[in-house]
């Protein structure tokens, strides 16, 4: 079996939750589904480059802005 990234998912508000055996594909889909859209990705938390060989990566994301009316 080949192992693929792994993440640890945080929210400030919530709490944290760690998450085994995701794609950052699969992570960023996730992410949209649930309205948020992807600010950054690195491949690790000095903020090296983020690439296809990568074996981890920290990705940020955040909430559009409301539109006001």
Known sequence: MERR???RLRHSRQGAFAADVI???ELDL????????R???WADFTGA???AE?????TV???PAEPTT
Do not use: E, I
């Not at 990568?54 to 920290?58: A, G, K, L, N, Y």
């Open 39 to 41: 600010q950054s990705r």
């Open 23 to 25: 794609d950052p594909a």
């Open 30 to 37: 996730m992410a949209q589904l649930a309205r948020f859209v």
């Open 49 to 51: 480059a983020f690439t």
């Open 61 to 63: 994301y955040r909430l």
């Open 5 to 7: 990234n792994r993440c």
């Open 54 to 58: 990568s074996p981890s990566h920290v």
